[in-house]
């Protein structure tokens, strides 16, 4: 395997391998190809990067265009300005007048951690789980990243992809299917289930074998795509497993979790349940590993959340 | 396809009749802005758009936006009357479950583009230019807008983006009738001066007489006004144009006719046949 790179890294080469396939591939960008680890792409396919300056609204009305006549459309930009700024753009001219625009925040959650709250992106996913017609993914390593940059590619449907910008562990073997859609058990369990997504998939992987010491067997599941959200592999969990945390590098309100407790109130599930995020507060200053910290976004945090809420111990 | 001016003039008058027809019909719509865009919809599609309904799908159609959404009766009007959907249809209006919304949507054969937030249609726009550009097609853009949105940012990251990329495949027409719903524009918010700002954003500028047919036919046909230019037509038209009472009105922004008001627009309308 190789070794583990930043989702942002595999989510560029992968980018430029497809281009070059395909001249109706074009990467929209508002002067975030640096950013976006597109300063390649731009070199080597020149006629397939519209640059639009920093105008997030005109961004995502120029890909929807493009997408309208027959574009492959990436529009690019950090999650924060791109889920906010642009939001009515996203609403009505990707999603409503459906233009298969692949919206792609790069740098999401707390990557950008120190630079504060305007370059977070906590609120994007509850933002867009209310917008009608968006497939919602973050994955959660290398291999997701790529797996869910291909299927995108693919999809000729609107879809917002986040994912961050340090380098995450391999969760994954290689030869891991990916559906978008469908859940991934990343590592099977009996007596709690993490479900996480995105980067902190790997956090939660961690927690687990922690636990395992304790003789506390937990699943960990990756709900890479959060709409349409993956209701079996979540009945199954609340079925199968005692206890459920969510955790995700998102505000603790109407992201994975919000959405996973409505899937499970709704089907009448009864379980430990428990929502790990960034709190609904100023967020403190630090680096995304000290914001992470800070908030117990870590295994040994996790692992005391597990044991409060009940993964009954055998 | 080029239908001379002098036979597009029942045209306008016809089409003015209808609106008015579906507007009180569906007790709701937005008169003043839809009598002021009626005659730049009927040059665009009786004479120079290359679409109809048996090309709109073709990738080197033209395109036309109507990113002023509101006016949605005078385009659903226009589409009717040129075949892309039946006119009986035009009745159900803003009914449940029409898909005549009271600003249009892709479920309207005809219709690009769902508009109705202002600000929208010149960037999507500036993408069609763009994708015609890259694949070296034949097909224009088109993209109406009201001069109360132009308040909004977002077309002016869309009018420096039209100039970067050098896309004189793409016309945009603002419908200058100088009112908005609270009054008139330059008290709630100036504009002006504004073909000056136009042309520093790199636009090619021409004002026209928004409602004289022979002059938005023969600056029509001339687009590009500029090589490497996008167009820009400053129309200069009447809010409620047509009709004697409403012309000029802020009140009619979106207000319904009564039926003797209905009666007496519809007795003027037909006198301008005679």
Redesign the interface.
Known sequence: MNPPRPNLDIFADTLLELAQQDRDI?VVTSDSRGSGKLTRFGQVLP?QL?E??I?E??L????????????KVFAVSPACFLTARSF??IK??VA????PVRLVGISAGVSYGALGSTHHSLHDFAALRAVHNLTILAPADNHETRQAILAAADSNSPLYLRFGKAAVPHVHPPDQPFAIGRAITARPGRDLTFVACGETVSIAVQAAELLAADRLDCRVISMHTLKPLDEDALQQAAEETHAILTLEEHSIHGGLGAACAAVLMQHGMRCGFKIVGIPDEHTVTGSQKEIFKHYGITAEGLAAVAKQIGGKSR | MMNPPSLLQAKSVEYRKTVLRIIKQANAGHTGGSLSCVDILNVLYNAVLNVSPATFGD?DRDRYLHSKGHSAEALYTVLAERGFFPAAELDTLCRYPSRLAGHP??DVPGV??????L??G???????????K??GRTSRVFVLLGDGELAE??NW??L??AS??KLDNLTVIVDRNGLQISGPTEQVNALEPLAEKFRAFGLAVRSVDGHNLHQLLENFSQVPFERGKPSLVLAQTIKGKGISFIENQVGWHHHVPTDEEYAVAIAELEGQTK
Request: net charge negative; charged share 15%; no cysteine.
């Open positions: 074009v006629d519209i639009v300056g105008a609204q005109n995502v009305g120029v890909a929807a265009g493009l997408a309208a006549s027959g574009k009515e753009q009505n001219d409503y007048s459906n233009h | 990738p949507t892709r690009e583009h769902n508009t109705g937030a600000g929208h010149l960037p999507v726009a500036v993408g069609m230019a763009l994708a015609a890259m694949d940012g977002s990251e869309a420096m983006a970067h990329y």
